[in-house]
DNA sequence: GTTATTGGTTTCAAATAATGAAACAAGTTC
DNA sequence: GAACTTGTTTCATTATTTGAAACCAATAAC
């Protein structure tokens, strides 16, 4: 799971490393790290070291534990309100979210879907957790929205970054198959998950395009199929479709203030 | 306003430059961040470029602007799940919030108070667009609570960390003028923002403290005068003191899973 | 109580990667 | 078309990163 290219020089191992921190989902040791490292003990700890002063990782230096720091949150504020399409959306997410399923927005992030903002059904309030979270895109409704629209030579550099793991017995699990249906969502227009990331939710998800065709990223409604199934989520396509038209209209309109 | 110590490396470097694209709240030329860094042409140019390639900058290239990168918000959900108070404090904040005025719940940054996680008393969703937020602790509930009970070496640091920037007529404008009121809050155990950031808005804060005296953040709750007074604020100590105790209480019980 | 073992930190010469002055492109403006 | 402004590349010099090995501290084994 060799995620960035070798040669970035210093800071490209630096991230690397963060990345590994993240990747153990919860505080790890020195030497956890280090396993998972190609580098030397003392490189990585030297990194480490850096990486802590830097605030992008925090020590309990009474468990002996690192986890990522802080300094990432207040990073992330900005990049979350510049770099995505969530402020933009945002309104637009708000009124979709009154057919009274999930609502989900998402980008792509080196082959991965990367959900920037999301609305619930249930009244219980969620902040970071829900932003950031990523996914694979080959059995996402999201992921596949966008992989349609991608470029060749994206597609192909997507496709290649995919583990094409089987989560569910529907998950595509090749790349032949996975692209006949690319073929087949860009001329519906719409993408379906169809239980292949977890069994018991689907969604339709549409993507959000600029002039230029463009894909900036895709929204979808999910649902359990506790609720509805496939032919009644198929209902709301025309809702999901001239919102995402809307996002993209908006998007392409965007352009930041003169200065400042 | 020279933020991160000057040697760090190469990857400190790099860093400083994302915090510099940060400060500017939007996307920036090339050229901006120059005139703002200290490095030549060609230095920053190749760091811009790493930073680029690795995710952590965006580049519009019919723009010809940066922006932070998604990356950051990928590592940042894990951050603040992981390394904020905001996993274990959600339920308890769930639950204040049920007084009907909004709950801040903050750690500390580098000097800076910095938001992790809010309930609102609209109920308009937010996600990212809340957590991450920074202040400045000088003029801030939270904030003062925290430095209130920080050790004195830490103390010291985070006072040189403040600008005391004015911002309305209420704000400490020195050092020993805010010392006297910490002193107060230490013995108080709340402590309040007396429009001190901002005309209009006031809070009443607590620290949230482990057992061995160590503040790890704070919570507030914040209303505005046209709503309440200070007066009347005052009434929710008890809640928010008891609210406080059991954040702390719980993050100390908190051990992650032995394993995974 | 001594001896391994594991986990973490420091040293220092060698290797590599970062540096930055300057030349070079590619637009813009005058 | 000349003078800017802005962004990109080159290349010899320099400084930082590197990593084997030594070291230290704490725990486990004997």
Redesign the pocket.
Same mark, same amino acid.
């Given at each position: 799971m060799d995620t960035t290219s070798p040669r970035d020089?210093?800071?490209g191992?630096a991230l690397e490393i963060l990345d590994c921190v993240a990747g153990f989902g919860r505080p790890v $040791?020195?030497?956890e790290v280090l396993e998972q490292s190609a580098?030397?003990?003392?490189?990585l700890? $030297?990194?480490m070291q850096t990486l802590t002063n830097q605030g992008m990782l925090a020590y309990d230096s009474e468990r002996?534990v690192y986890s990522l720091g802080l300094r990432l949150v207040r990073l992330a504020h900005t990049a979350w309100r510049e770099s995505s399409l969530a402020s933009i959306a945002a309104p637009f997410l708000d009124e979709l979210a009154r057919v009274g399923e999930s609502i989900h927005l998402a980008q792509m992030d080196g082959g991965q879907v990367l959900f920037i903002d999301k609305r619930k059904t249930s009244a219980r309030y969620e902040t970071l957790a829900e932003a950031g979270r990523v996914a694979p895109s080959h059995c996402t409704g999201v992921g596949k929205a966008i992989l349609a629209h991608l470029s060749p030579a994206r597609l192909e550099r997507a496709l290649r970054q995919q583990s094409f793991m089987t989560y569910t017995p529907n998950t595509h699990e090749t790349a032949e198959s996975l692209m006949e249906e690319l073929e087949q969502i860009r001329a519906d227009g719409v993408a379906f998950d169809r239980e292949e990331h977890e069994l018991g939710i689907i969604s339709i998800a549409a993507p959000i395009l600029a002039s230029n065709n463009h894909v900036l990223g895709a929204i979808s409604i999910a649902t359990s199929t506790n609720r509805l199934n496939l032919q009644e989520l198929t209902q709301f396509r025309p809702e999901l479709l001239s919102t995402a038209s809307d996002i993209g209209a908006a998007a392409e309109a965007w352009q930041f203030p003169k200065t400042n």
């Open positions: 020089g210093t800071v191992k $040791r020195y030497s580098h030397p003990k003392a490189t700890y $030297r990194l002996h």
